[in-house]
Every structure is written in C-alpha cells, then in structure tokens.
T-cell receptor
Framework: DADVTQTPRNRITKTGKRIMLECSQT?????MYWYRQDPGLGLRLIYY???????NKGEISDGYSVSRQAQAKFSLSLESAIPNQTALYFC????????????FGPGTRLLVL | QKEVEQDPGPLSVPEGAIVSLNCTYS??????FMWYRQYSRKGPELLMY????GNKEDGRFTAQVDKSSKYISLFIRDSQPSDSATYLC????????????FGQGTRLTINP
C-alpha cells in the first residue's frame, strides 16, 4: 500500500463550488504539506503543518484553506473554486530521521470549469 | 527573478548518452540541494540530496553543487529509457526547513 494517498485522483468541478482534497499518510510523519504544480511554474507551496496544532501559510495560500484532522490526515479546501485553480495538487510528508526528505502522494488532477 | 531557474526542456537524447540537467539560484543562503524525479502521473520522488559543494555519486547519477556560482547539476551516465521523466531541482535554507523551493522541472526523454 502507498505511504501517502490522495483522494480523489481526478476531479472536475464548476466555478464557485466548494471542493475538498484529502491526504492520508501511514509514514508516521509529523510534517505535512500541500503543493500545486503548474506547467512552467514547478511546485509551489500552499500550506504546511508541522503537527496537528500547527498550520502555516505557504507562498500561494489565497483561495485555499486546510484542516489537520489528525497526525495522518491533512485536507485542502477550495472554498469557491475558480478556473485558475486548475492544476495538479500534491500532498507531501516529512519527518523522522530524514526531515529534509519530502515524500509525495500521487497527486490530484483538478479541473475547474 | 525566480529564486530557482531550471530549463524546462524538453530534452531528448539517445539511450546511452550522458545527460546534464542544470539549475541556477539567486539566494546564496540555500544550503541543501536536492533532485527529484517525477514519472508521468506520479508524485515526485527524491533522487539525490547534498549539502556541500562538490560531487556526490549514486550509481549512474552524479549531483554537483557549485555554491560560488550558485549552480547545481545532475549528470546521468549510460542513460536508459527508464530514466525518461521530469527532473526537478529543489533547495532548502537549512535541514528540515519548511520551505522547499523547486525549479520548474526539465522533461527528459531517452530514446531507445
């Protein structure tokens, strides 16, 4: 089984809809991250959490919110989706003896019409 | 100016060729440097990690860092079709820093 899982893997939604992307991990890591990937822009950090009570904004947090429900779960919400939020979204975790290594999930491909 | 610049390619080379992938950066405070490999429809996976100037080898892969020039490279020897992927460089200010700054990624294709 994959260590970092994301649901859904693909999603099509309409402008103005609320959508939640979910991430779960079995690695026992404290740190979790949400990134978006766009062609030509690489990966950009949206939010990160170093433990259940710690939530921090990344470089592009506007229009997004997150919830850290448990050590193993970190959800990303788009309160009112807009077309320029169409992207590939990745969850990642890090921790343990190699904090510098981030382990990525398989990604969620989101299309906002 | 972006903190990290990476030629997006695409780069296409024949099997067996030596591949050179490069990134430049503007923030001299970056101390830790990584290369991630991302196969199509998959998440990135860490390929190599280094924190000092010089070379680090791992099999067919060599990571090179030149802090004085703010330039890092990844060399792939005896390239294989299975090396076809997007390669992303990434940098951190310090070990375990929350912010991992990525390059745009270079799409590489190795032709049999």
């Amino acid at each position: 089984d994959a260590d970092v899982t994301q649901t859904p893997r693909n999603r099509i939604t309409k402008t103005g809809k609320r959508i939640m992307l979910e991430c779960s991990q079995t690695k026992g890591h404290d740190r979790m991250y949400w990134y978006r990937q766009d062609p030509g822009l690489g990966l950009r950090l949206i939010y990160y959490s170093f433990d259940v009570k710690d939530i921090n904004k990344g470089e592009i947090s506007d229009g997004y919110s997150v919830s850290r429900q448990a050590q193993a779960k970190f959800s990303l919400s788009l309160e009112s989706a807009i077309p320029n939020q169409t992207a590939l979204y990745f969850c990642a975790t890090s921790g343990g003896l190699s904090e510098e290594t981030q382990y990525f999930g398989p990604g969620t491909r989101l299309l906002v019409l | 100016q972006k903190e990290v610049e990476q030629d997006p390619g695409p780069l296409s080379v024949p099997e067996g060729a030596i591949v050179s992938l490069n990134c430049t950066y503007s923030n001299s405070a970056f101390q830790y440097f990584m290369w991630y490999r991302q196969y199509s429809r998959k998440g990135p996976e860490l390929l190599m990690y280094t924190y000092s100037s010089g070379n680090k080898e791992d099999g067919r892969f060599t990571a090179q860092v030149d802090k004085s020039s703010k330039y890092i490279s990844l060399f792939i020897r005896d390239s294989q079709p299975s090396d076809s992927a997007t390669y992303l460089c990434a940098m951190q200010l310090f070990q375990g820093a929350q912010k991992l700054v990525f390059g745009q990624g270079t799409r590489l294709t190795i032709n049999p």
